[in-house]
């Protein structure tokens, strides 16, 4: 793992040293840069100096360097190298030091000074410099004939005083890299002292109490969206588990009630002989409960695919007008039973959507519809396609949930009091159809006004839909569809 502490360490160390590196360079080719034209300057003063010594008069050009005549800041060695040559290329002096023997004469000296690098006769670095110049007349009236002059200084001392800045810098870098990295530990050990605070405190959350949330005081900014973030995510699993612990006890509850109700009619049948159409209806009766633990199990299992979001959706284009009568066919008998009055309004329109689940999304729909609608009540279906979806809508009478507790319809196990219903139902149908219509991409939602309770549908149209004909068709019928 990945030290946050050793990475931040690492970049403030590498930063530091290229700034130091770069400064330090810098700061070298600088005092190079003056100490180099410092030593120019003197070579150039040297030759102004030996410039002056050099006269002509009717005997020629002259030079004679007297001790009195050196320069006041200079050595001996200052001007122990200097050659002079008449325009002729001839030599007119030289230093002692030369011992006969010869500076190079430049093929390009000018008026201006010129400075090169090279070395000296006794193989010694020295910087040279080279000028041409009219010596001084005296009492002569022939032109003055130019003379070149070269004087070399050897640059021992100004390497070595360069080496020492060099060596110099390179301390002062490598010492000032230490201290800032120990700086920038100790900086970056103090800054991430919110977050090991942060860690401290998220191990401290005890696992069986998800109530409790991360308050670190005086955190950073940085770091509050996490903490923010946490909190949220602490709040969401509490919410799962307390979703999960009622769940679990409404399941008991809703599965212990025909249990309890399965095994009294099975020890009365079986409590003292009885005829053959005794027998017969304790089986008929008992398997009326099968059926509708039956139906809550498929219906947990189905809840339980779509929270694990494993619900297979295999999208084709569908007819909404014949996939509704189609789910209606199934309840015709139990619609003449009850007298009720069912309307029809319907607009063809073509969705997109997985036949199977979008099935048994609209069954669930119509059985709710009949199941808790009031004897000789009122069922109205209608289809309405619109901009690249459809919306069915299904109404029916004999409400009795109050306005504020509508939005309680798609708890699991929920049944509002008074259900009008024909007790076949375990608060789990609503619950699935938004589970799956959520799963196909659709909505779904009630309302309640006037004792009649409406649910809409809206699904997404496929691309048949645009070419589906709008004429609608308007029936009303009586005891069936």
Not at 24 to 49: N, T
Not at 185 to 194: D, F, H, T, Y
Not at 221 to 237: I, K, Q
Not at 276 to 301: C, K, N
Request: glycine share 8%; aromatic share 4%; hydrophobic share 40%.
């Amino acid at each position: 793992m990945r030290s946050l502490r050793a990475q931040l360490v690492t970049a403030i160390g590498l930063g530091t040293s290229a700034v130091l590196i770069v400064s330090g360079v810098g700061a070298y080719f600088v005092l190079s840069h003056v100490l180099r034209a410092e030593f120019d300057a003197a070579l150039v003063a040297q030759s102004g100096a030996l410039a002056a010594l050099v006269e002509q008069d009717e005997d020629g050009v002259s030079f004679e360097l007297h001790e009195s005549s050196r320069p006041a800041d200079s050595g001996e060695s200052v001007a122990e190298w200097y050659q002079l040559w008449r325009s002729d290329g001839s030599v007119l002096a030289r230093s002692a030091a030369l011992r006969q023997r010869d500076l190079p004469l430049p093929a390009d000296a000018s008026e201006r000074a010129t400075f090169s690098d090279g070395t000296l006769p006794d193989g010694r670095r020295a910087r040279r410099v080279t000028r041409v110049f009219l010596p001084r007349q005296e009492g002569s009236g022939d032109p003055a004939q130019p003379v070149t002059l070269a004087v070399a200084r050897e640059t021992a001392s100004l390497d070595a005083t360069l080496a020492r800045v060099r060596d110099g810098l390179i301390v002062v870098g490598v010492v000032a890299n230490g201290v800032s990295l120990l700086i920038a530990a100790w900086c970056v050990r103090r800054g991430l002292r919110p977050v090991r605070e942060l860690g401290a405190r998220i191990a401290d959350i005890p696992g069986d109490d998800l109530s409790s949330r991360v308050d670190v005081p005086s955190i950073p900014a940085e770091l509050s969206p996490v903490v923010s973030r946490l909190n949220e995510l602490l709040a969401r699993v509490q919410a799962a588990f307390e979703r999960e612990r009622r769940f679990t006890g409404d399941v008991a509850h809703e599965l212990r009630t025909p249990l309890a109700g399965l095994r009294a009619r099975l020890e009365l049948a079986l409590a003292r002989q009885r005829s053959a159409g005794e027998y017969r209806e304790a089986l008929v009766l008992s398997l009326r409960i099968g059926v509708d633990m039956q139906r809550t199990a498929e219906s947990l299992l189905q809840l339980a695919r779509a929270d694990a979001n494993q619900l297979e959706v295999e999208s084709e284009a569908l007819n909404l007008c014949t996939l509704v009568r189609e789910c209606w066919s199934a309840l015709d008998d139990r619609v003449r039973e009850r007298q009720l009055s069912v309307e029809w309004s319907l607009r063809d329109a073509t969705v997109q959507s997985d036949r199977a689940l979008l099935r048994l999304v609209i069954q669930n729909l119509l059985d709710n519809a009949v199941s808790h609608s009031d004897a000789k009540g009122r069922v109205r279906i209608a289809i309405e396609p619109g901009d690249g979806q459809a919306e069915l809508e299904i109404t029916n009478t004999g409400n009795t949930i109050p306005p504020e507790q509508l939005e309680r319809v798609f708890d699991r196990f929920w049944r509002g009091n008074g259900d009008a219903g024909e007790g076949r139902h375990c608060g789990l149908g609503l619950p699935l159809c938004k589970a799956i219509i959520d799963r196909l991409g659709g909505r779904i939602g009630v309302s309640a006004c006037g004792g009649e309770f409406c649910v809409r549908l809206t699904c997404p149209c496929g691309p048949a839909a645009a070419s589906e004909s709008e004429a609608g068709i308007g029936a009303r019928s009586t005891g069936g569809g």
